[in-house]
């Protein structure tokens, strides 16, 4: 089975979730500092979990003639940069509904903690990929 990690990357925190078959479980999250350190910290996660595949949420937006607005243009700049520190393959999902789902399912838990938010829309992304 491949072992998957996937990216909500959020102007604060980076939720992560981790899969090795047919279901995604939150990870961690990191609290973002300097790019440098984020990226490091992300080559650490991929290690420890021996990843096969980085997923990374893509935040387009809803007009369909402009589906990559200033938010996805940040995403696919980290993309790349991470390309250059990792070397397993890197995939973009479209994530426009990940931190509502996640919020949704945590208010339903009765839980209402940020950082579990970004894990949780993190496992929502991947599960996305997961499926199609």
């Given at each position: 089975m491949t072992r998957i990690l996937a990216l909500d990357w959020g102007e604060k925190r980076i939720g992560i979730a981790y899969s090795e078959g047919i279901i995604a479980s939150p990870y961690t999250v990191i609290t973002r500092t300097r790019k440098k350190d984020d990226y490091a910290k992300i080559a650490k996660f991929v290690g420890q979990t021996e990843a096969e595949l980085l997923i990374i949420g893509l935040p387009c937006t809803f007009d369909s003639d402009h589906p990559i607005g200033h938010q996805a243009k940040r995403i696919l700049k980290h993309k790349r940069?991470?390309?250059?520190?990792?070397s397993i393959p890197i995939k973009l999902v479209d994530e426009r509904f990940s931190t509502i789902d996640a919020?949704?399912?945590l208010r339903h838990k009765g839980k209402k903690r940020k950082p579990a938010i970004d894990a949780i829309a993190a496992v929502v992304i991947l599960q996305s990929?997961?499926?199609n």
């Amino acid at each position: 089975m491949t072992r998957i990690l996937a990216l909500d990357w959020g102007e604060k925190r980076i939720g992560i979730a981790y899969s090795e078959g047919i279901i995604a479980s939150p990870y961690t999250v990191i609290t973002r500092t300097r790019k440098k350190d984020d990226y490091a910290k992300i080559a650490k996660f991929v290690g420890q979990t021996e990843a096969e595949l980085l997923i990374i949420g893509l935040p387009c937006t809803f007009d369909s003639d402009h589906p990559i607005g200033h938010q996805a243009k940040r995403i696919l700049k980290h993309k790349r940069a991470l390309e250059h520190v990792l070397s397993i393959p890197i995939k973009l999902v479209d994530e426009r509904f990940s931190t509502i789902d996640a919020k949704i399912l945590l208010r339903h838990k009765g839980k209402k903690r940020k950082p579990a938010i970004d894990a949780i829309a993190a496992v929502v992304i991947l599960q996305s990929f997961l499926h199609n």
